[in-house]
């Protein structure tokens, strides 16, 4: 099989319509029929300012990043906009 992979990152608190991005954006993969995919929560990470964040007991939920990714075949990948409706 050849395709693509595709990396999304999100806020752990980051919602549309109530749920969690996450989780709408797996939703969103599924109903379009991508081959797989898979949500990672960060363990740590730094973004543009450069503060470690770590998963701890008093880290701020919004602090960590969830990683979504899917495995498309060429096919979806061209249909890739579609994902964000």
Do not use: C
Not at 14 to 24: C, D, M, N, S, V
Not at 44 to 68: D, I, Y
């Amino acid at each position: 099989m050849h395709g693509s992979l595709l990396r999304l990152y999100a806020h752990e608190d980051q919602r549309h319509h109530g749920k969690p991005l996450w989780a709408w954006l797996l939703a969103q993969g599924n109903r379009l029929g991508l081959q797989g995919g898979t949500a990672f929560k960060a363990m740590a990470g730094f973004g543009r300012h450069p503060a470690l964040h770590e998963a701890r007991f008093f880290e701020f939920v919004s602090a960590l990043a969830v990683q979504v990714e899917f495995i498309a075949t060429a096919q979806h990948a061209q249909q890739r906009p579609a994902l964000l409706h």
